[in-house]
């Protein structure tokens, strides 16, 4: 049940921001008016769903600055989704060292069906219930927060007795809207265009470890001003907020290396990606797009009141 919960969340982001009195009412139809207080034309992420897990590597903290997986929907009936970048079943769609976006939006007709598959209406219930969390273990907490109420999920210890308190029906009843409607979303999803990306270069690994490797790692061409050697001092420790803007032509040398990547490691794995320092010494390098709402750390935060990188 574990992998069910937490990949829907992280697919489903962000929705919407109602007060309990506004939440839907499913014994009622639902309206082109419930749509409106849902997609209410402005740019702001009006509902966020994001998954925190465990760390399992120095690419994972790049990839899941912003949710190991998420769903960031905004005003305008835009969404953007992350996918996890560790699992065979998205191999395919990413790799061990990339993370890719993709974004979708609804119509009227189809935004209506996703706000009746989600089952906000008992959302009120839940505001303010954080689960037990694990942080030793590879259980994962989704987070679920609107503009007036915040709650998070993860796997109950005893589901079973749970299931029996009115607050466990609410909370699988959650789950299972929450479930339905990221599977809903999925299929409006599309890759994003080029643009802005973000890198982190590990620290200097010795050459037998490169020489070991099963297959010979994709390397990227160096397109930027600052060395490999510097950024990579200024990026280790990694900690949230630390990652590299790469924008305009630079991008795109990263992007076609990235794609290049994606398509050998489908294939060709596991499949390592790096650059070379002015020394010849060799770092892993890791590559995620750029959400639009991040801000200048590259961070996406929930309480909005991110005060710097993770170190400090």
């Given at each position: 049940m574990k992998n069910s919960i937490f990949a829907f969340t992280l697919i489903l982001g962000s929705l919407f921001s109602l007060t309990c009195s506004e939440m839907v009412d499913e014994e009622r139809p639902l309206m082109q008016a419930d749509l409106k207080k849902l997609c209410d034309g402005s740019d702001d992420i009006v509902l966020r769903i994001r998954s925190e897990t465990p760390r399992l590597g120095p690419g994972d903290l790049l990839f899941y600055e912003n949710g190991r997986s998420y769903f960031y929907l905004t005003g305008k009936c835009e969404f953007w989704s992350g996918l996890e970048t560790r699992t065979e079943k998205n191999l395919k769609l990413a790799g061990p060292m990339v993370s890719r976006i993709r974004k979708g939006s609804f119509d009227e007709e189809n935004g209506l069906k996703?706000?009746?598959?989600?089952?906000?209406?008992r959302w009120g219930e839940l505001d303010g219930?954080?689960?037990?969390?694990?942080?030793?273990?590879?259980?994962?907490?989704?987070?679920?927060?609107?503009?007036t109420l915040s709650f998070a999920i993860t796997e109950p210890g005893d589901p079973e007795a749970y299931r029996k308190t009115e607050i466990g029906k609410t909370y699988f009843r959650t789950v299972e809207g929450l479930s339905n409607a990221t599977a809903f979303a999925r299929d409006f999803l599309e890759p994003i265009e080029k643009g802005p990306l973000r890198i982190f270069v590990a620290e200097t690994l010795y050459d037998d470890y490169w020489a070991r490797a099963e297959h010979p790692p994709i390397f990227v061409d160096w397109p930027l001003d600052v060395s490999v050697l510097e950024l990579s001092k200024q990026q280790n420790p990694y900690c949230y907020g630390r990652s590299f803007l790469v924008t305009g032509d630079d991008a795109e040398v990263f992007w076609n290396a990235r794609e290049k990547y994606t398509r050998e490691v489908a294939t060709t794995f596991p499949l390592l990606m790096g650059v070379e320092d002015e020394s010849g010494g060799k770092h892993e390098i890791y590559i995620r797009s750029v959400l639009p709402f991040e801000n200048e750390l590259g961070l996406v935060p929930l309480d909005g009141n991110f005060n710097g990188d993770s170190c400090q």
């Open positions: 996703f706000l009746k598959l989600l089952r906000m209406d219930v954080y689960f037990n969390y694990l942080p030793n273990t590879h259980a994962g907490i989704s987070i679920i927060k609107t503009r």
